[in-house]
Structure formats: structure tokens, C-alpha cells
T-cell receptor, first 111, second 113 residues
């Protein structure tokens, strides 16, 4: 099956700086890559996603890049704010039925 | 709008007991999923369902049973709970397969003593 690795496991940045979280996947047939944000005591919430026919996607301060050749994708958050503090998960899917998640990154934005 | 709800939110049980976790969604989504979340493992798929009366195993199905008699409900049963099943359980749903957004419930924290 698919194997998704996520780094780093923890990340601290100063408010206003950028944060980058990286994921790699093993199955070259995976074609959908969502990113989720999970706040304490809540379920994960989709923040951005990318499909394999696109190399980059942006939504305000959040961007995701995909390198199919290297089988890795990254989440970029610019101008970080304290409310960005949460756990972030990447995931990969090829069927839309089974999603394989990374182990999560705990992001802390220091005011 | 209720969206997707889970009950109970917290549960303490003993080894060997049967436990059922409930999941209900109000969107008429066809696909529903059960995940468990453990430190160091992220989210792992237990079972999923493409429609009423259609279920399939995920990555970690052993020790769990699911059913889906109605589109809006997807209960997860631990037939004989074990300590290794102590975890946070999340239910999710999507409109269809093929990369649709997954919407997650708030989770159920289960402790097996």
C-alpha cells in the first residue's frame, strides 16, 4: 500500500515568518493530495488540496507544491499568525476511497 | 446545519466489552469512513462505505465491525474491546469517490481499561 512520510514532526516559527511542511509518498499512482489542519479537540479540516495534473496551488497565505517525479509535496504558509498554530496532516490517495495520512506536524507560531 | 456528528464524544470501557461508536451525517454523502488517530501514526483508515449496504476494509480493520443500513449512519462496533483499541476515532464523509473533500466529525475519545 501507500506510505506517506511527513517532516518535521514539530515546527516553531516567529509570527510573520513562513512555515514549510514536507511530505513524500511511495505510490506513483496516487493523484490527489489534500492537506488538513487539526485544532485541539477537533476533527481535521481540509485547508488546501492538489491533484497530480497541477504543480502548484495557492489560496491566500497557503500554497501547496507537488513534484510527481520526486514523489513529494509541500505545504507553505506565509506571514504566519498565532491562529495558524495547529497540527497539520498531509494525505495521498489514488482512488478517492482510501486516503493515507502522514503522521502530522505540530506547528507553533510564537507571537 | 449539523453536518457530521459522532456519539459519544468520550467513552471509558473495560477489556472484553462491546462498544459501538455512532456517526451521523446530514448531507446524504455517499461515502463514509472510520479512522483511528494515534500518536506517531497519524490517521489510519479502519473501514469505509461507498453506499448503504456496501462496506470495505481499510488499513487496520481487525477487531472492528461496521454496518450501513441507512446512508446517513455508519456505526463502528468493537465486538470485544482491547487496550490497544484505546484511541481517538474519527468519522468522515465525502460526496463521491475520486478526490472529493473529506469532512470529519469531532471525534470520539475511547479509553479501554
Amino acid at each position: 500500500g501507500e506510505n506517506v512520510e511527513q517532516h518535521p514532526s514539530t515546527l516553531s516559527v516567529q509570527e510573520g515568518d513562513s512555515a514549510v511542511i514536507k511530505c513524500t509518498y511511495s505510490d506513483s499512482a496516487s493523484n490527489y493530495f489534500p492537506w488538513y489542519k487539526q485544532e485541539l479537540g477537533k476533527g481535521p479540516q481540509l485547508i488546501i488540496d492538489i491533484r497530480s495534473n497541477v504543480g502548484e496551488k495557492k489560496d491566500q497565505r497557503i500554497a501547496v507544491t507537488l513534484n510527481k517525479t520526486a514523489k513529494h509535496f509541500s505545504l507553505h504558509i506565509t506571514e504566519t499568525q498565532p491562529e495558524d498554530s495547529a497540527v497539520y496532516f498531509c494525505a495521498a490517495s489514488k482512488t478517492g476511497n482510501q486516503f493515507y495520512f502522514g503522521t502530522g506536524t505540530s506547528l507553533t507560531v510564537i507571537p | 446545519d449539523a453536518g457530521i456528528t459522532q456519539s459519544p464524544r468520550y467513552k471509558i470501557t473495560e477489556t472484553g466489552r462491546q462498544v459501538t461508536l455512532m456517526c451521523h451525517q446530514t448531507w446524504s454523502h455517499s461515502y463514509m469512513f472510520w479512522y483511528r488517530q494515534d500518536l506517531g501514526h497519524g490517521l489510519r483508515l479502519i473501514y469505509y462505505s461507498a453506499a448503504a449496504d456496501i462496506t470495505d476494509k481499510g488499513e487496520v480493520p481487525d477487531g472492528y465491525v461496521v454496518s450501513r443500513s441507512k446512508t446517513e449512519n455508519f456505526p463502528l462496533t468493537l465486538e470485544s474491546a482491547t487496550r490497544s483499541q484505546t484511541s481517538v476515532y474519527f468519522c468522515a464523509s465525502t460526496g463521491a469517490g475520486g478526490g472529493e473533500t473529506q469532512y470529519f466529525g469531532p471525534g470520539t475519545r475511547l479509553l479501554v481499561l
